[in-house]
């Protein structure tokens, strides 16, 4: 027989530890917005994204989506370890432990709460050995980094870095469809480097996402 | 507290509440010892309560691996949890805003549905043959509140999101 008892954790139900009314608290009279339980939280201004794309295309031009992508991957690495740590904290158990569905909604939940848009995992392309993450209303693509190029740089590093992280393989991120360019959503593929190589000239381009998706698994 | 009691508060600046907004929040805070009475209730007999439901659950899908039917049983406890608070504050809105980005896709991915409704049920031939029908009125919009969550058309997304299975992302790559 089952008993009730046991399926609490500490007399808890684990649940939805990102709901965002429990998650962002602060303590106001002293300038600070924390996350539940008390690392600071800071709300970006758009314009402040906005003057840093603007900046880096002034100083160093080209360079621009090279940088953010750098500190798209830093920023990854540590957002995973601050992700995983929370998560174990919360739930009493290593992440290794943690079935991969609640991993995944603890994500999206997160996503959602920072105000990083609506982030889903779609595995269609899973057997042949690509992972295609979705963002819609993402807050880092909203200004152009160079015309008619995806701007997603920042965004593909953080998920290049987390999803390396969290597979314990070396991927690399390709951005196959923009909001910026009047794309229903951000698209990334993620994937073995010497497999996404080939498609880079296709994004160059401006070929569609599913045209993409089909030559790379040819 | 309702959403709408609380933001009475929001505005002192601008005029002194009307008679209509304090005898609203007159009627919550007369129902407060009833409130917290049921709520105390539901604490000290959530495990009997739950364990009554559980063993009827098991006998209902001998056939199921008890597997989902804990998953399910956990659900049903944040549910009861949730609309306890709900029934506490008077505020609806705590079920929905907590549970219902998160729950469907969990019931999803878990497979459970068929077991959280039948679940959903007997929580509630449990409270209706445990409470008076006063306490079941100021349970109710709680626990219908959960029941829409776990009905499949709240569940249906607006997009088609994520088909993660309970297996792990690792062997993608």
């Avoid at chain 1, 750098?70 to 290593?94: I, P």
């Avoid at chain 1, 951005?175 to 229903?184: K, P």
Wanted: glycine share 6%; proline share 4%; aromatic share 8%.
């Amino acid at each position: 027989m089952i008993s009730v008892a046991d399926l609490l954790v500490d007399d808890r139900l684990p649940s939805n530890y990102f709901a965002s009314d429990v998650y962002v608290q602060g303590t106001l009279e002293l300038g600070l917005l924390e996350n539940r339980r008390g690392d600071r939280l800071l709300a970006l201004p758009d314009a402040l994204m906005k003057a840093i794309v603007s900046g880096l295309n002034k100083e160093t031009g080209q360079a621009t989506k090279y940088v953010l992508k750098n500190c798209g991957l830093w920023w990854g690495k540590n957002f995973y370890a601050r992700f995983c740590e929370e998560l174990s904290e919360y739930y009493k158990k290593g992440v290794a432990d943690l079935p991969m569905v609640e991993f995944v909604q603890a994500l999206q939940e997160c996503w959602r709460t920072h105000g990083w848009g609506r982030i889903s995992l779609n595995t269609e392309y899973q057997l042949q050995g690509f992972l295609v993450i979705e963002v819609k209303n993402s807050p880092f693509t909203a200004h152009q980094i160079q015309s008619e190029q995806p701007s997603g740089a920042l965004e593909g590093g953080v998920l290049q870095a987390f999803f390396s992280q969290l597979t314990g393989r070396d991927l690399s991120c390709l951005q196959t469809s923009c909001e910026s360019l009047g794309a229903d959503r951000n698209r990334f593929v993620l994937g073995l480097a010497d497999r996404l190589q080939s498609a880079e000239a296709l994004v160059q381009e401006g070929q569609p996402h599913d045209a993409i998706m089909k030559m790379l698994i040819q | 507290m309702n959403p709408k009691l609380a933001s009475l508060f929001d505005e002192p600046e601008k005029a002194y509440l009307q008679p209509h907004e304090l005898n609203a929040l007159s009627q919550l805070v007369s129902s407060l010892p009833d409130r917290i009475n049921l709520y105390r209730r539901l604490r000290n007999e959530e495990l009997t309560l739950m364990q009554a439901v559980a063993d009827a659950l098991q006998q209902k899908f001998a056939q199921e691996s008890e597997d989902k039917l804990k998953r399910s049983l956990q659900n049903g406890m944040l549910m009861v949890r949730y609309a306890a608070m709900a029934m506490l504050t008077d505020d609806v809105e705590i079920v929905v805003k907590r549970l219902e980005p998160w729950l469907p896709e969990m019931i999803e991915a878990y497979d459970t549905r068929a077991i959280d409704q039948a679940l959903y049920q007997l929580i509630r031939e449990q409270f209706v043959s445990r409470f008076t029908p006063a306490q079941m009125t100021l349970l109710i919009p709680g626990l219908d509140a959960a029941q829409q969550i776990i009905t499949p058309s709240s569940a249906a997304n607006d997009d088609d999101d994520a088909e993660i299975t309970s297996e792990t992302l690792v062997s993608l790559f």
